[in-house]
Every structure is written in structure tokens, then in C-alpha cells.
């Protein structure tokens, strides 16, 4: 399958994945690492991109999205006149018919969201990054009990990604980043749902100054290790 294939490419070759296996972990978060990352369809693509699979809850891959990072695991921004520094598989030559543009709409479900049957009594916890659901997932590794997704983006959480949630009447933690938390509180209000409710606790319990305005739960946690 296409996910296989990105997943056995070899993703030590990128940047992300290496500075993430080289955090210190603890004996335990180590030691199941690599199964966080095959749980979540983590790939690599030949230039070195992170391939962050989108599949929806049905298991139906529906885009993926390409990453490149700077060494220090930071999302590495693209100079001007360069390319291909983030991107979508469906636009990648050979990978065109996963998903065409042209003939629907391109659906972009939550990343982990293919994990809400396999584990159907977790608490949802959303984050906004692919990079911070990974890392909170393996540093608490418990699925059953609480699974991390990810939206994407702070402006990508929206009301279409979030129905299968609200349909399956799933408990959902908002986890914004700092700067985000007053605009994620608003769709909350929007969705009207009991069950949807923004998470502050670990920010109000663990942020300190020198984390930044910008900082997401993942920096934080990152920093307590």
C-alpha cells in the first residue's frame, strides 16, 4: 500500500526522526518509540520528508502531508525561491491517484484519527501539530486510555474533522498552543458540545517564561525530560 511503502522507506534517514529518537527519553518511552511511530503511520519520503499520513476513522487514507525539519526537530521554514520544504503526497509524481484534486474534494481528517476504533473507550486529546501528538503519545503511552491527534495547524481545527468525534460521543481535550487558546475556545463554544472542553491545566501548571508565548505542550514536555 502507499502508507506501507513511505513507512519502509527508512525514516532515520530524516532529520525529525532521528532528533526524536535522540530525546531523553526514559527506559520505558524509549523502549516503545518506534511502535508510537508505526501506530501512526509515520513515513519518510526519498528527499527526507516526514510523511504525516491522514486516514480517516474508517481507515481510508485521505492525504499526507510532507514535513521538512531543522536539525533541532524544528519545522524547517523555506528561503525565498526555494520549494518543496512542506507539501502533499497526492501532488507527488506517482502518488497522483491516492487522491485527486481535480476529480473531489480533498479530505483532510485528523492525523490519528484511524486509532478512535481501535481504541474506542480513549479520551480524545487535539492538539494542533503532528509533532506534539507524536511526542505526548510516547511520553504517556497509554492509547486505551487517552489517544493524541492532531489537527495540523492552529487554523486548521474545524467543524468537519471534529464530527466523527462528536458522533462517536468521544470525551475531547483541546489542547492549544499558548497563543491559541482563545480562538479554540470559540469553536468549542461554536460546536455546543458537552464533551468538547479546552484543557489548561498542564500549561497553567508547568508553563514558565522562558517557554514563550508559542509554546505547545510538546516543548514543555520536551523540556521537563
Known sequence: ???????????????????????????????????????????????????????????????AKLMK???????????????????????????????????????????????LKRYPEAKINLVESEKTALIMANYFGNPDQQLWLACGGLKQLNIESMQPLIDQGRQVWLWPDKDGIDGWQELADKLGSENVQIYTKFFDACWIEEDGMKADVADIAVRML
Open 69 to 115: 525539519y531543522e536539525p533541532d526537530g524544528h519545522r524547517y521554514h523555506e528561503k525565498k525561491g526555494e520549494k518543496n520544504a512542506t507539501g502533499w503526497l497526492y501532488n507527488q509524481d506517482g502518488y497522483r491517484d491516492i487522491c485527486k484534486p481535480s476529480e473531489h474534494k480533498v479530505l483532510h481528517p485528523l492525523f490519528g484519527a484511524h486509532l
Open 1 to 63: 500500500s502507499y502508507v506501507r511503502r513511505t513507512m519502509e522507506i527508512g525514516g532515520d534517514q530524516t532529520l525529525f526522526i532521528y532528533w526524536l529518537k535522540h530525546l531523553p527519553w526514559d527506559v520505558e518511552q524509549r523502549a516503545r518509540l518506534q511502535e508510537t511511530l508505526w501506530m501512526y503511520c509515520v513515513g519518510c519520503w526519498y528527499d527526507g520528508r516526514v510523511v504525516f499520513w491522514q486516514i480517516d476513522h474508517n481507515g481510508i487514507p485521505r492525504a
